[in-house]
């Protein structure tokens, strides 16, 4: 009998290393990646240009976007999941962590592919996200140059079932908890 495919949410605050633990779960699963930046950027940029918004994190752009965007990245995963592939989705997936009645839909839509749905929280230190984001000079962390933006950062854990990863590890290290989690019969049951 084969397992059900697997849907892992990976999630975090920015800087947390979403996109890089995610593609080392992606490779060491064989999973289709989809990371919510790449998978709608040149979309967002057309949205941006048409609302003249010079910043990604501007909540013009947030607001008139963010609904598509999540809806983009779970279109995608239903098709991979009901094909028998496992996922791993990269995203802030803020409200779905917030609020349980969100969370309780996407988990809906997407255990409705058949897929086993595991919500996977990158924990770090406000510290640690200054020196990444420092370290990194992206394109997209530049308006973060004020010194208060980490202090209005989210960094409460999920409300809702989760598995834990430390950020400040290696990816391969981060990865490697989060698949020992996924084998440990206490995550199971406490997952279902």
């Not at 803020?94 to 609020?99: H, K």
């Not at 997407?110 to 996200?129: C, D, F, M, Q, Y």
């Not at 409460?156 to 989060?178: G, I, K, N, R, Y």
Request: with cysteine; aromatic share 4%.
């Amino acid at each position: 009998m084969t397992r059900p495919p697997f849907a892992l949410l990976v999630t975090g605050a920015p800087g947390a290393g979403k996109s890089t633990v995610g593609a080392e779960l992606a490779r060491r699963l064989r999973a289709a990646l989809i990371d919510l930046d790449p998978a709608t950027e040149a979309l967002t940029q057309v949205v941006a240009g048409l609302l003249t918004v010079d910043d990604l994190d501007d909540p013009r752009l947030a607001n008139a976007t963010r609904a598509a965007r999540y809806s983009t990245i779970e279109a995608l995963a239903v098709e991979s999941l009901r094909v028998g592939t496992d996922v791993v989705l990269v995203a802030p997936f803020t409200a779905e962590r917030r609020d349980p009645a969100a969370w309780s839909a996407l988990l809906g839509r997407l255990e409705s592919a058949g897929a086993r749905v595991v919500l996977v929280w990158l924990r770090i230190t406000p510290a640690e996200i200054a020196r990444r984001v420092a370290q990194r000079g992206a394109q997209r962390d530049l308006a973060k140059g004020d010194p208060g933006w980490i202090g209005r950062l989210d960094l409460t854990a999920p409300v809702v079932p989760h598995l834990v990863a430390d950020a400040s590890l290696q990816p391969e290290q981060a990865a490697e908890s989060v698949l020992a989690q996924l084998d440990s019969p206490q995550t199971q049951r406490n997952l279902c």
